[in-house]
């Protein structure tokens, strides 16, 4: 079946610009998370949905940063007053319920957006 | 949280088995050992996980040492689509479902 998709791939913008990220995660899944990889790192966690709502958002950096996720399913990730600093991959990623017995269901990553702020 | 502690980097030929270790000194009795990998330009995958079990799958087997202090991610015959990043996670109970990824171990495979 159909993965988790996200558009743009790549997303190239300009200092002080807005940019909106977009996450189709598989059918059904409940959870999506975001996280931001930079270069030659692991993917940080962002924040977490489970249905529409913001489970986690610990990891935003700061107010710049904010995701929805109106029905339920695809979710936006965006980014105001973009700066240089922001450059890296972004990930979504989906799961079936979240937590599963206690534990950390298994998530599904898409491809990522690179962007690339200059 | 608890942290891992995983080698930056590793080699191996095609064909032999490969061990990766990760020392969690610092475990919870109720932590999962979840690993994942990351193939060159793409998101990352499941691979495996386990509580105090060792486990086999069709991709992998985790070995966890008795005090749950270390564990091991063995590649039975290594193949070169097995050159990835690899990500030992600790999941700790009281998580919300988020994963904490570290720097991984790099794997190299050789011809």
């Known amino acids: 079946g159909a993965g988790v998709s996200q558009t743009p791939s790549n997303k190239v913008t300009e200092k002080g610009k807005y940019v909106e990220l977009r996450c189709d995660p598989i059918s059904g899944h409940t959870a999506l998370y975001w996280y931001r990889q930079s270069l030659g790192q692991g993917p940080e966690f962002l924040i977490y949905f489970q249905g529409t709502g913001a489970a986690d958002d610990s990891g935003l950096p700061n107010d710049r940063f904010f995701a929805v996720r109106p029905e339920g399913s695809v979710s936006t990730l965006k980014i105001q007053r973009t700066e240089r600093g922001d450059s890296a991959v972004y990930l979504c990623a989906s799961s079936p319920q979240g937590l599963y017995g206690g534990i950390t269901d298994t998530q599904y990553f898409g491809p990522g957006t690179r962007l690339t702020v200059l | 949280d608890a942290k891992t502690t995983q080698p930056n980097s590793m080699e191996s030929n095609e064909e032999e088995p490969v061990h990766l270790p990760c020392n969690h000194s610092t475990i919870s009795g109720t932590d999962y050992i979840h690993w994942y990998r990351q193939l060159p330009s793409q998101g990352p995958e499941y691979v495996i996980h386990?509580?105090?079990s060792n486990v086999n799958n069709r991709m992998a087997s985790l070995a966890i040492a008795e005090d749950r202090k270390s564990s091991t991610l063995i590649l039975h015959r290594a193949t070169l689509r097995d050159a990835a990043v690899y990500y030992c996670?600790?999941?700790?109970?009281?998580?919300?479902?988020?994963?904490?990824f570290g720097q991984g171990t790099t794997l190299q495979v050789k011809p």
């Open positions: 386990g509580l105090t």
């Open positions: 996670i600790l999941d700790a109970s009281s998580n919300t479902g988020k994963l904490i």
